[in-house]
């Protein structure tokens, strides 16, 4: 019953000067749950850190370049601001924060597979007082 992740680089955008600001990324992830497989798909857009004084020509990069690149910004996190500006690192990663979104996709899935085979069936009321 444990969820399988993947990805797959999709893209990348840059900007005039051919430098690399953000990748794209396709997510999936599988659950198999009572013989039954479900599936969430993810389209992620992960901003990169500006580039340094010598940035790599972007004819010159390759794939094992910019999957690097991708999983050390997974592995960082986002930055938080409050209404009175105060920033702080987030409590999760943003590897962390995207399995998340694909969790709660695929439960949304089995629950609303459950209520079609009637075997989530609401009740209302309450477990004292009157019935």
């Known amino acids: 019953m444990a969820t399988t992740y993947s990805y797959t680089l999709k893209t990348c955008f840059r900007d005039q000067s051919d430098i690399i600001t953000a990748i794209v990324a396709d997510w999936t992830a599988q659950k198999t749950v009572d013989a039954v497989t479900y599936e969430s798909k993810y389209t992620q857009v992960v901003q990169l850190d500006a580039a340094g004084s010598s940035p790599i020509s972007y004819g010159t990069l390759d794939e094992a370049t910019l ?34 979104a694909l969790d709660a996709d695929i439960e949304g899935q089995i629950y609303d597979k459950g209520v079609q085979d009637n075997t989530f069936i609401p009740k209302s009321g309450l477990p004292f007082g009157s019935s």
């Open 67 to 100: 999957k690097t690149w991708y999983e050390n910004k997974l592995s960082t996190k986002k930055t938080v601001t409050d209404v009175s500006g105060n920033s702080t690192p987030d409590t999760r990663t943003i590897e962390e924060e995207t399995k998340q």
